[in-house]
């Protein structure tokens, strides 16, 4: 008996050391491509085309200095957080309100009117950029805010509506029949009862929303001619352009790029987890 103890004892053992080995390889992989963007970041194109994996001799800071002045990133990150903040406060409203009314208030036109949001989950971006670009141009609303704001928006919604409406449809009848009997409005209900009860999937609707719109490249960049519209993404990809030549502030200007990213992760890493769990529902 002891014999066989000291086995699984030994498996148990070799099995975690396995587990760790794997976790410390994939952490490695991810990280370090980060940290060889950094590295490269504080290096002049000389050391960089002749040292391309060790550290800088000298760390050369004017990197970022140059980069920040000549790529314009303060008008660049502003717009950034205009397109993203109004994107998702508007893509949480709209959506919410449209799933509780699919979800929640009986009508004829209901699964119609649902079916042609959720559609929306099955359109590529790059099938609709044509007609889109057309239709803005069409209306007067070439380069200019709103013209990147409303596809935004539309584009964000299909899966706002998705994740909004089934699980709010989850959330018993009861509450809402009861709150109607009491006088409440359906705005009343909305603000009230299904809004706290739907912020898990709320978070998850914004962490997508949020991503998606920081890091969207294609649609600003067809929708706007102006820089003073263009939003990062676009900024940084313009520099790299202008400078092809020059690693080191090719480099200093993707990672100014990619820290705001990596802030909003830093500090809502817990409300990520816990929304991505929480709005793992079922359709």
Not at 70 to 90: D, E, M, Q
Not at 170 to 179: K, T
Request: charged letters at 15%; proline letters at 4%.
């Amino acid at each position: 008996m002891r014999d066989i103890k000291d086995t699984k004892s030994i498996r148990s053992r070799i099995g975690l050391l396995l587990t760790y080995a794997v976790m410390i390889f994939f952490t490695v992989m991810a990280i370090y491509p980060l940290l060889w963007l950094v590295m490269n970041s504080f290096k002049t194109t000389t050391e960089f085309q002749m040292n391309k994996l060790g550290f800088p001799k000298e760390w050369v800071t004017i990197n970022y200095r140059d980069s920040w002045v000549r790529g314009k990133f303060p008008n660049l990150i502003l717009n950034s957080l205009i397109y993203t903040g109004i994107t998702t406060v508007a893509t949480l409203c709209f959506s919410f309100m449209a799933g509780f009314a699919f979800a929640k208030i009986p009508n004829k036109a209901t699964k119609v009117l649902h079916g042609s949001f959720v559609i929306g989950l099955l359109l590529t971006l790059q099938s609709i950029m044509v007609p889109l670009f057309l239709i803005i141009n069409w209306v007067g609303l070439y380069n200019s805010r709103l013209g990147v704001l409303i596809p935004y928006i539309g584009i964000a919604m299909p899966m706002g509506i998705y994740l909004g409406t089934e699980y709010i449809r989850a959330i018993p009848d009861a509450l809402v029949e009861s709150a109607r009997i009491d006088g409440a409005t359906y705005l009343r209900i909305f603000a009230s009862l299904i809004v706290p009860m739907a912020a898990p999937v709320g978070v998850t609707v914004a962490i997508l929303t949020v991503t998606g719109t920081w890091n969207e490249f294609m649609l600003i960049n067809i929708l706007t001619s102006s820089d003073a519209l263009k939003s990062l993404p676009v900024g940084v990809q313009k520099f790299a352009g202008a400078l092809s030549s020059d690693f080191g502030k090719q480099f200093a200007a993707l990672v100014i790029g990619l820290i705001p990213m990596l802030v909003f992760y830093l500090f809502f890493r817990k409300e990520i987890t816990k929304g991505v769990a929480a709005g793992a529902v079922k359709g």
